[in-house]
């Protein structure tokens, strides 16, 4: 199921916060950022998605679009704690696995 950025806005609003993070990513501190972004993550219950350990299930599965919303939650956090010109070589990621893991090898 795709989102509409409506719909998407309105589960991050459920949720409590655009933000996580009172740090923002600037390309020099990584593993500060790191650290700070996946206590806020670990702490809403979302880190499964940062590990890989929630994966999606099969696109036709019921629990698929519950999924979706999770990963597009946590999407939107990590690009709003970047700097806009870092943040827009992220936005085309499918999970936030991906996104995590390409940060990582870039920054670290």
Known sequence: MIYTVVQLM??????GTLRIAGICLNGDNFLCWSMFVRMSIQGRGKIGYVTGEKKAPAADDTAYATWDAGNSMVMVWLVNSMDEDIAS???NYRT???LWDNIHQILW
């Open 89 to 91: 070589n992220y936005m």
């Open 10 to 15: 309105e589960i991050l609003q459920a949720h």
């Open 96 to 98: 936030v696995k991906e």
